[in-house]
């Protein structure tokens, strides 16, 4: 009944690709909830470098750490492919959390899966070399998004969103051309399958052993 009355929250609104839902910088209070579609978080430095930083999908809210903190947003969320959401007012969140312990303990599940990911890369940077560091993401992503191959007996999948190879840098914090290296390495092994922004894994379980990540959504 939570979910229901969760997602009867707010007004309902459609983004194309490429717009954004949210600017980095805005001071509004509200979030989203994302209902279809697939966007992407991106935070921009100073100097002019844009860095991904997550790929949110249905049933993810996004624009939240703005919204509770009551600071600018911290980063911009953009729309991957043709996306619907409803606006819910930060006030409106909080009266339905008060009501529904029940949503409150999965945002806050939420929120702690997404700090689990961070703090995953941050031990990342100094724990693996460069190889690992994006086999890792692409595994974690897998679990997360992955779109099994119909004539791949449950081992193959699609990663299931689409990503720029300097987009998957970002995520690992790696530069371009060690990722794009790196990429083309875990290619060589058999592990995965490239396109135009399209990247298909090809042994789900082998993956995950390579990457020494285990066999559960970070999500």
Known sequence: MAREELLGQGTPITYPPHRALLQQGDESRHVLLITSGV???VASAESGYDMLLAVRIAGD???EMAAFEERPRSGTVI???DVTARII???ALETFLGRHPDAMRAILHMLCARLRWA???RIDFQAYDSMTRLARVL???SQAYAQPVADGDGRRCDLGVTLTQKELASLAGLALNTAEKSLAALAAR???ERSYRSITICDVPKLLEFAKVAADNPY
């Open 61 to 63: 809210l996004v624009g």
């Open 190 to 192: 058999g592990l995965v």
């Open 139 to 141: 595994a974690e992503l």
């Open 79 to 81: 729309a991957c492919s």
């Open 89 to 91: 007012q930060v006030r």
């Open 39 to 41: 966007v992407k978080v």
């Open 119 to 121: 703090n995953r890369r």
